[in-house]
C-alpha cells in the first residue's frame, strides 16, 4: 500500500480499508445512497426485531393460557408448560438483541464496503426468514422487522451499487 492509497482505491483492488494506527481519523465514507438507507433500515428492523419480541415476552400470561387450554397430553403439566414457554420467549428476546447487535455490527461495516459483511448479512437474513416461517411466536411487528430487513438486503444488492463492493479475486500460486 502506498501511502496516497484511499480507502476507495482498496476497496477497488478488493481489499479491506487500511488498518488505522492509534490517534489517526478514519477516512470519511460516501456509500451510495442505496447503501446509505440499507445502513438505516437495518437499525430500523433491528430495533423493531427487540420491539416485537418484547411485546411476545411481556404477553406471555395470555400464549401460556392459550397453551394450556390448547393441551392435550395429559402428561404436561400446566406449571411444565409455563416454565418452558416463559424460558423460550426469553430465549426469542435475546435471540432478538442479539440479532440486532450484528445487523448494526455488519451494515456498519458494509456502508464501509466491506462486500463480507454484506454476505454476512444475507445469511443473517436467511436464518431471520427461516425462524419467521417456523415458529409459532411470530407477530406482525416481528414480520414487519423482517420485511424492512429485506428491504435493506435488497438495496446492497442493487446494479448500481455493485462497485462498491468489489469482487475479490483469488490470487493465483
Known amino acids: 500500500m502506498t501511502a496516497a492509497e484511499s480507502d476507495d482505491e482498496r ?3 478488493g481489499l479491506p480499508p487500511a488498518p488505522l494506527l ?3 481519523e478514519p477516512e470519511q465514507v460516501d456509500p451510495p445512497g442505496p447503501v446509505q438507507v440499507s445502513f438505516w433500515l437495518w437499525i430500523a428492523s433491528g430495533i423493531v426485531f427487540v420491539v ?3 411485546i411476545i415476552f411481556f404477553a406471555r400470561d395470555r400464549i401460556i393460557d392459550q397453551l394450556i387450554q390448547a393441551n392435550t397430553n395429559g402428561a404436561v403439566k400446566a406449571d411444565q408448560i409455563r416454565s ?3 424460558v423460550l420467549l426469553a430465549v426469542l428476546l435475546v435471540g432478538a438483541v442479539s440479532f ?3 445487523y448494526v455490527l455488519f451494515a456498519y461495516k458494509a456502508r464501509q464496503g466491506t462486500r463480507s459483511a454484506r ?3 444475507t445469511v443473517l437474513m436467511v436464518i431471520t426468514l427461516v425462524f419467521q416461517l417456523i415458529l ?3 407477530s406482525f411487528v416481528t414480520l414487519l422487522a423482517t420485511l424492512i430487513g429485506l428491504v435493506a438486503l435488497v438495496l446492497m444488492y442493487l446494479p448500481k451499487v455493485a462497485p462498491y463492493f468489489p469482487k475479490v ?5
Open 22 to 24: 492509534p490517534g489517526e
Open 11 to 13: 476497496r477497488a483492488k
Open 84 to 86: 418452558g414457554t416463559t
Open 119 to 121: 454476505t454476512v448479512l
Open 136 to 138: 409459532q411466536f411470530a
Open 100 to 102: 440486532a447487535a450484528l
Open 169 to 173: 479475486g483469488r490470487r493465483k500460486s
Open 52 to 54: 416485537g419480541y418484547a
